[in-house]
């Protein structure tokens, strides 16, 4: 590159960041040195799983450390230095920049907007302070302006609400609001999608996209979900334990990947069309090639060595297990029948008259939105919803409706798993004394019977001897999630209930979380009913798909079926939402 | 909105009142001795214990005599005091009156200092104004209140510095606060027992707020640092530290019998020692509504608080 | 008004007039009355001293002396008395007071539908009669000799035949200002008072105190003039402040162990006596009255001219209680609850001692201490172990008051026949050489069988600021000069 | 580096007790706490072992006139040995307060447990009626009950305990009502396992931080109240050695003889302040255990 093209980069440069190295207060260091740059009207995306640094590189921009943090090098240096570093000024310099030259975008809006003061005055304050306008009738003005720009009402009750009243979607369209309404040069925006649904997500995205292309701001666009990044950034750097890993636009990184890392992050994302196998166990839901797609089309050869590799590897696992072809899961009728289900908490009706069937070793995933109704209906299978009306049978018997009231055999039949691998498990009971719970309710009283039994299940689930006696605490959340499994699965369950159980997890973990899944569809035929809200996991774990809107199950039918020819324009708008890449 | 939920909370209140006076009803029923003998003494004749019982209404059925108690205190009539030959009220007057005098004074100074010096705690966490403030709260906070009263007394009545009267003395039918020298040390006393608690209570609380997401991002628009905590942090910290507040003033609305007794204070704690040695059912069974009455209006202001700093309770139905 | 400016040495020469004295008083509550003839608590006797007047009265030396009457002089058979009263001597209201007005006195107190304090005392009385305006006859119905020790209580007040209680009057040196019951009371001079010049103090104000602490210190800053009754224990350190006056006086007043003598283990007179041999007196006097205080020799009316000095002072005996234990029954030793109350400072003390001393004797005591109401309520005077407190008394009314059958307060149940026959030869007799033989010999049964624990008699101590003048010691037991404020003065205008 | 699931997740919810404590005493306030809570405790335990050994007479002899110079520490207002009084009079003081502290937290746990796991109705009924005993004055309850029943040991605890119930259920009740919503809670629900159980072992481990943050506090209370008690003359029955009572007799000399009150006032600040500096520095070892979970 010439010397001109160097000084109109500098120059094109909003935020430049260099060798931050942030440690905890006992010394460990959590940023090992990163750096990067921030372009006017450019978006880069900043990737990686969990605690791998993000948030703190994203602050660090702010010249902002969370308490018990502290910076031990590195300058971040704004429009062409003209501030000078801005992590070696004085608190209250940092302050007039904060907001008026770079602002913040938080992860979690519910939190981050103070409760007791109206939306519209929380705006007003941040102009207020950088003195934006001339006068209080200006900023009310301003207030009003950028309120319509993230695509909010804006009268004068809509800006005397407070941030309870307003849904998810709209509390982050604040925070962003608040963020643009100074016009920054710089905006940091950390996970500001996460939590959100996928059609609130799409508005969300549109907005940061549109607000920065118009205002030529630069942003820093934190977040672990790539199909995100390649909606709206235009770089991307790949963090991995404090370090940045791999950087360069967008296209490059997301279609021809160089670290290993990167691609395997890549390859745990699912996607809609189920081209690319996440996880290494094959799904039952049809044969899919596997090739990942490179930027034109062309087969990206590097990561298909890896996944023939694993592909090899996995030639001794038959596609299904033996004994159920020699069991014709159609003999005995369906395993679970769903008949006129409706329930309601008060005058709320949240299922509204359910039906459907399940097959002995069939899959089916049920799909919709937040507040759907989606695990009030699991637990109402599952028996820890008992104020249901209409029935639910297995195998041709109605059950009763709370587990206590079932009989132990019923109970064993039906496993349910938490959504939160953080919360279903009790913190303080090792992991064997958690997953034994089934086996001694169910009556096995010999205890190295138990024990035993419990291992088994853990080898089920590849958690080994070692988490045997553990606490959860000491687990990862996949792991913690595997144990749950295992706990579900220790009594020889016929019918598992999964609760979004791989969305409080990171992309890759939900990948291994699947590929367990498919395992255990495959080798012990268990039928099993998937919830999400995630439609791109469709193909990738179950032959069945309903979609459920408001209490009703709008959409029902094989997956292809459903994917390929939505009936409800409900599922239509869903579809057309889901962000790929 | 807020109108339905003080109107609910009111109706509870009532309720809890209600079972309140049958507990204290019944429990004074349990103290041994005859209240009418316990009004004329030792020498008192057979015929007139009876009249007095009569006059007492100590024969009518346990009910009954409930009932017309209940009766009594809806039309403010609290009753006979078995010691004065009086009404209650007559007797109580007084002693609520100059009660309310010292908590009114002794909250006065406790809860602006308290809830300042938390708040500075807080924001000077881990230096030496922080460390100094909760040393001296827990020590403070860990001593019986009659010590502090009897230090406050050496130190600044009787031993070191005489200059303050050490007791109370007003002249019948003068009120207290007419001779304000001497509500200082009881004040004082009240203020330093008090204290403490909401210190730490002030501390912890924006010790949570200040950790929240808010007040970071408040930092992250820039705003300064005083409105960052005058307007972002102190207001959050509010509600539960007057559930603190609440809880300390009906302590000392009833608690602070010792207090009175060290300085002669006529309020109500004395005179409920006086009464239940006395015997003199009547005016325990009062004091006690009365007292359990001020711990649910000042528990009823602090959910007040509680609802006016939090306007989710404002605006969302009642639950 | 601190009193800043007074001097430090006690005022002298002639008594100076005017000026307020705030006397501090521990004791009383909302029960606090004006009532001339039924005072309870030590403030409604302070009150009852100063508002009213019997016809006689203790004086400081505890000598019998007449007040509103002249004189009292009994027939030969001691059933009628003649009493003369003291010519014009007016109740606050300036009306005079006359014969009329001593009867419809007596007729309160002794009203058999509210009988006042002394109404036991006077059961013996059959009528008041008036002779002329300044004579009355005082016929009994059974003989004594003794009835101007009677008429001497401060709770036989003389007040108008129209007394009201709302409007207490009466002929004392002080009339009501205001009332607070358990407060405060307010008393200004009476302009009409009989006693030349007194009395010398403008306004006399009794507060109430519930704790010593509280009192002392009310003192210590100046908030009062006088206190009655101070801890023994401080008296040296409180008459080590220069602005603080003592007033230590010596009194027969007894704070007795009752032993109820038809009761196990005490019916057995062995017992009672090898309780009397287990108490080291001295050493009483010194722990509980820090040593102000007579040792008592289980007898009861020290200054009574009767009184049986012969006797010889009993000592602790261990040995000797020891055995007469095992005589007893009790070779073992036993175990027996006192029951113990504050009802008079020391006594809960005396509580604690006793039963420290107790124990080398192998009795071994369990104090279960009750509040005062409680000590006083349906149990007093069923108790088989307690206390009590009784101020300055001569034998006879004492005796009418506690050892007797018929007393009201006969803790100990003391009832024995040749004891009883004394007496009541006793209260007959008008000769005073033959009446104290008869007393003599009565204390002598006391002394060997008695259910009474006499360890001593404790001093009375008051303090008062140094410029109060006027008070002196007195025998009676009463606080502060036996509450006789009309001839306190304060030294320096203030 | 390899590695994706790397157990980098936070360090998740508290799990050992003994880490907590390990926590705990890693502060520099909890040393200090301990240390002063042991000395205390030491002083009130051996304390009567070591008499009249050390002092030369027992709490009850007497050695002089009262308050008096004689002995180490002078005498009381009985003429005994302070220093005797004092090292026999802090067992019982401590465990009544003790037992009183546990009876109230077996009783408000219990009951505030159970009002949070049975919900709407029965909570609601079970917490109106705790309201109800909060407006009771503390101190009639127990003047009448002492006044009743009699000053003995067995009547202070139970009237100590029992004010307390209420408040400790009122927080036991916030912390189960926020665990009973945990899934694990659902996961026993779903197992059928038996409730009483479910209290048992899945609540009560997982709210011991709020609750022993209780203790301190409760144990503090009931220290001071045990000691109003006998101030008012309420408390203990003479001639026995305790800390409230001597501060009670011999208070009126407060400024002659000192000792006889600054010994138990001392002795009672050192224990309480000790115990919230064990309890202060327990609820942030357990807070930082919580914040480590996001
Ligand atoms: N205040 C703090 N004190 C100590 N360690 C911290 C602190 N904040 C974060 N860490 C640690 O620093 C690492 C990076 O945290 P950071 O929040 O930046 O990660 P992240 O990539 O944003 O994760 P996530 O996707 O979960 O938000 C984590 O291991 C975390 O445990
Ligand atoms: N205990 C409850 N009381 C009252 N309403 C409830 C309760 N639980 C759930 N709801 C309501 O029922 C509706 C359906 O809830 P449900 O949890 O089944 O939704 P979901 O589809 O699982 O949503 P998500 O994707 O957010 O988990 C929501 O509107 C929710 O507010
Ligand atoms: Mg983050
Ligand atoms: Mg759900």
Redesign the pocket.
């Known amino acids: 590159m010439g010397s001109t093209t160097m000084e109109k980069e500098i120059l094109d440069q909003a935020l430049c960041a260099t060798d931050l190295r942030v440690a905890t207060l006992d010394g460990t260091e959590i940023l090992h040195g990163i750096g990067f740059t921030l372009h006017p009207g450019k978006i880069l995306a900043l990737v990686g799983e969990s605690g791998s640094g993000k948030t703190t590189a994203g602050l660090a921009c702010m010249g902002h450390f969370r308490q018990g943090l502290k910076l031990t090098a590195g300058s971040v240096v704004l429009h062409a230095g003209t501030e000078g570093n801005i992590l070696e000024l004085p608190e209250h310099k940092v302050r007039t920049l904060r907001g008026k030259e770079i602002s913040y975008v938080p992860q979690d809006p519910a939190l981050s907007l103070n409760p007791a003061i109206r939306i519209g005055e929380q705006i007003a304050e941040t102009l207020r302070v950088h003195r934006f306008g001339s006068s209080e009738a200006e900023r009310r003005t301003r207030v009003a302006e950028v309120l319509a720009e993230v695509g909010l009402a804006n009268d004068a009750a809509y800006q005397r609400r407070f941030p309870h009243q307003l849904s998810g979607g709209q509390q982050q369209r604040v925070g962003i609001a608040m963020a643009f309404a100074c016009r920054p040069k710089v905006i940091v925006l950390d996970e500001p999608t996460t939590g959100l649904d996928v059609t609130t997500q799409a508005v969300v995205l549109a907005t940061i996209h549109e607000m920065a292309e118009r205002h030529q701001v630069a942003g820093l666009y934190i977040t672990h979900d790539l199909a995100v990044v390649a909606e709206v950034a235009d770089e991307v750097a790949v963090m991995l334990e404090g370090d940045i890993v791999e950087f360069g636009p967008t296209q490059q990184v997301l279609f021809s990947p160089e670290h290993r890392y990167t691609r395997k992050l890549l390859r745990s994302v699912p996607d809609l069309a189920g081209k690319r196998r996440v996880g290494t166990v094959e799904a039952i839901t049809g044969e899919q090639p596997l090739v990942i797609p490179g930027p034109a089309g062309n087969p990206d050869t590097t990561a298909r060595h890896r996944d023939l590799d694993d592909a090899k590897i996995l030639e001794g696992t038959p596609a299904r297990a033996p004994e159920l072809d020699a069991e014709p899961p159609a003999a005995a009728g369906p395993l679970l029948r769903l008949s006129d289900v409706a329930m309601a908490?008060?005058e709320?009706r949240?299922l509204d008259g359910i039906d459907f069937e399940l097959a002995q070793g069939e899959s089916m995933m049920l799909l919709?939105?937040?507040?759907?109704?989606?695990?009030?209906?699991s637990r109402c299978v599952a028996g820890l919803n008992h104020a249901y009306t209409g029935s639910v049978e297995l195998s041709g018997q109605v059950l009763a409706n709370g587990t206590r009231a079932r009989t132990a055999e019923d109970r064993r039949k039906i496993q349910y798993i938490f959504?939160s691998p953080f919360s279903s498990l009790n913190p303080r009971r090792t992991i064997a004394e958690s997953v034994e719970v089934p086996l001694r309710m169910s009556g096995v009283h010999d205890k190295a019977k138990r024990r035993a039994l419990v291992r088994e299940a853990l080898d089920q689930v590849r958690l080994g001897e070692r988490y045997i006696d553990r606490r959860p605490g000491d687990l990862s959340g996949g792991e913690r999630q595997r144990a749950a499994i295992a706990r579900a699965l220790v009594n020889a369950p016929s019918l598992l209930v999964c609760?979004?159980i791989t969305s409080a997890l990171d992309v890759s973990v939900q990948a291994s979380i699947l590929d367990l899944l498919r395992t255990l569809q495959n080798e012990h035929g268990m039928s099993m009913l998937f919830?999400t809200?995630n439609i791109a996991l469709a193909r990738h774990i179950s032959q069945r798909l309903a979609v459920?809107q408001k209490g009703k199950i709008v959409d029902i039918g094989t997956t292809n079926e459903v994917l390929e020819n939505p009936q409800h324009h409900y599922t239509q708008e869903l579809l057309a939402n889901v962000p790929t890449f | 909105m807020i109108a339905r939920i003080i109107v609910k909370r009111l109706l509870v209140s009532l309720v809890i009142l209600f079972a309140v006076s049958l507990l204290v009803f019944v429990a004074t029923l349990l103290l041994p001795g005859d209240p009418a003998q316990a009004v004329l003494g030792q020498q008192a004749t057979p015929e007139r214990l009876e009249a007095l019982r009569e006059q007492m209404n100590l024969n009518d059925p346990v009910w009954q005599r409930y009932l017309s108690w209940l009766g009594g205190l809806f039309t403010g009539d609290l009753g006979y005091s078995a010691a004065t030959n009086g009404p209650v009220s007559e007797l109580l007057g007084d002693r609520i009156q100059a009660s309310l005098v010292l908590l009114g004074f002794a909250s006065l100074i406790a809860i602006p200092v308290g809830i300042l010096v938390g708040t500075f705690s807080a924001l000077k966490r881990g230096r030496a104004f922080d460390n100094v403030s909760t040393g001296f709260s827990l020590v403070l906070a860990s001593l019986p209140e009659f010590v502090i009263g009897i230090g406050l007394i050496a130190l600044l009545s009787t031993s070191v510095f005489k200059i303050l009267p050490s007791v109370t003395m007003a002249p019948p039918g003068e009120p207290v606060w007419n001779f304000p020298v001497q509500l200082i040390l009881p004040t004082l006393t009240l203020a330093l027992v008090v204290t403490p608690y909401i210190v730490r209570m002030m501390r912890a609380t924006m010790l949570e707020v200040l950790d929240s997401g808010f007040v970071e991002m408040a930092r992250l628009k820039g705003v300064p640092e005083r409105d960052v905590i005058l307007k972002h942090a102190v207001p959050h910290a509010l509600g539960p530290v007057a559930q603190v507040i609440a809880i300390q003033l009906a302590w000392m609305a009833g608690g602070v019998v010792v207090i009175e007794f060290l300085f002669r204070y006529p309020g109500i704690g004395q005179a409920l020692v006086d009464a239940v040695t006395n015997r003199d059912v009547q005016v325990v069974q009062a004091l006690s509504i009365i007292i359990a009455a001020a711990y649910i209006v000042v528990n009823l202001l602090a959910d007040l608080v509680g609802i006016l700093t939090n306007p989710k309770l404002r605006t969302e139905a009642v639950k | 008004g601190q009193g800043e400016t007074a001097v430090l040495a006690a005022p002298s020469g002639p008594p100076q007039r005017g000026g307020k004295l705030r006397v501090g008083l521990a004791g009383g509550g909302a029960a606090d009355s004006l009532d001339p003839h039924a005072p309870v608590s030590t403030t409604d006797i302070a009150r009852v001293v100063n508002l009213y007047e019997p016809l006689f009265y203790r004086n400081e030396d505890f000598v019998l002396t007449p007040l509103l009457a002249l004189s009292a002089e009994p027939d030969a058979e001691a059933k009628t008395w003649t009493v003369e009263l003291r010519p014009d001597v007016k109740f606050h209201d300036g009306r005079p007071v006359t014969a009329k007005d001593v009867v419809a006195s007596f007729a309160r107190i002794t009203n058999p539908k509210d009988p006042k304090t002394a109404a036991a005392d006077l059961g013996i009385l059959d009528e008041v009669v008036v002779i002329s305006d300044t004579v009355l006859e005082f016929r009994l119905n059974t003989p004594s000799a003794t009835l101007d020790d009677s008429l001497g209580q401060y709770s036989v007040g003389i007040v108008p035949a129209d007394f009201d209680i709302k409007k207490p009057i009466g002929t004392g040196p002080f009339k009501v200002s205001s009332f607070d019951p358990g407060r405060q009371s307010v008393f200004s001079a009476n302009e009409y008072y009989w006693r030349e010049g007194e009395p010398f103090l403008d306004e006399l104000v009794i507060l109430n105190f519930s704790d010593d602490d509280a009192l002392i210190n009310s003192l210590l800053s100046t908030q009062v003039d006088a206190i009655g009754q101070i801890p023994l224990a401080l008296l040296e350190v409180i008459g080590a402040d220069p602005r603080i006056t003592i007033l230590n006086s010596e009194t027969g007043a007894w704070l007795p162990f009752t032993m109820r003598v038809d009761k196990k283990p005490f019916d057995d007179v062995r017992v009672r006596q090898a309780f009397r041999l287990a108490v080291d007196r001295e050493q009483m006097i010194e722990q509980v009255l820090s040593g102000n205080g007579t040792v008592g020799n289980d007898l009861y009316s020290p200054f009574d001219p009767g009184y049986a000095k012969n006797l010889p002072q009993r000592t602790q005996d261990v040995a000797a209680a020891k055995k007469l234990l095992a005589e007893a029954g009790y070779p073992d030793g036993l175990d027996i609850e006192l029951v113990t109350a504050p009802i008079q400072s020391g006594a809960v003390e005396a509580a604690q001692v006793f039963a420290q001393q107790a124990a080398a004797s192998g009795i071994r005591v369990k104090i279960r201490r009750v509040d005062s109401t409680t000590f006083f309520g349906d149990d007093y005077l069923s108790w088989t172990f307690a206390q009590d407190f009784w101020y300055t008394r001569n034998f006879l009314p004492q005796v009418s008051n506690s050892s007797l059958k018929s007393s009201p307060f006969n803790e100990t149940h003391w009832d024995d026949p040749e004891f009883n026959a004394l007496v009541k030869k006793a209260v007959v007799t008008v000769d005073e050489a033959k009446r104290n033989a008869l007393i003599t010999q009565a204390q002598e049964i006391e002394y060997d069988r008695g259910g009474y624990i006499i360890w001593g008699y404790p001093n009375q101590a008051d303090a008062f600021q140094s410029y109060v003048a006027g008070l002196i010691p007195s025998k009676t037991g009463l606080a502060l000069s036996g509450f006789e404020f009309r001839r306190a003065w304060i030294g320096v205008s203030k | 580096m390899s590695v994706i699931e790397s157990p980098v997740q936070g360090a998740g919810e508290a799990v050992k007790p003994k880490r907590i404590f390990a926590r705990m005493m890693r502060q520099r306030q909890a040393k200090i706490g301990m240390a002063l809570t042991v000395l205390v405790l030491l002083v009130a335990l051996a304390g009567p072992l070591v008499l009249p050994w050390l002092t030369g007479s027992t709490s009850t002899e007497f050695t002089g006139r009262p308050f008096k110079d004689v002995g180490v520490f002078g005498t009381d207002n009985l003429g005994r040995d302070v220093f005797s009084r004092f090292l026999d009079g802090g067992l019982r003081l401590i465990i009544y307060s003790a037992l009183a502290t546990l009876l109230g937290m077996v009783i408000g746990v219990a009951v505030g447990m159970t009002a949070a796991y049975s919900g709407s109705k029965v909570d609601s009924l079970i917490m109106r009626s705790n309201d109800v005993l909060l407006a009771l004055p503390q101190l009639v309850f127990a003047l009448l009950a002492i006044t009743v029943l009699g000053p003995k040991g067995w009547v202070l605890v139970v009237v100590i305990g029992v004010t307390h119930a209420p408040r400790v259920a009122r927080v036991t009740r916030s912390a189960t009502s926020s665990v009973i919503t945990e899934d694990y809670i659902r996961a026993s629900e779903m197992y059928a396992v038996p409730r009483w159980k479910i209290l048992a072992s899945e609540v009560l481990p997982n709210i011991t931080g709020p609750l022993m943050v209780e203790l301190g506090l409760r144990m503090t209370y009931s220290i001071g109240f045990v000691a109003s008690l006998s101030f008012l003359g309420l408390g203990m029955q003479p001639p026995t050695a305790d800390w409230g009572l001597m501060i009670n007799e011999n208070r009126i000399a407060l400024v002659i003889q000192p000792w006889g009150v600054l010994l138990p006032v001392l002795a009672i600040a050192l224990l309480t302040v000790g115990t919230n500096l064990l309890t202060d520095s327990l609820a942030r070892a357990s807070a930082n255990l919580n914040a480590g979970k996001n």
């Open positions: 908490y008060g709320h949240v919709g939105e937040s507040g759907s109704g989606k695990t009030t209906l959504q609760d979004e919830v809200h459920l």
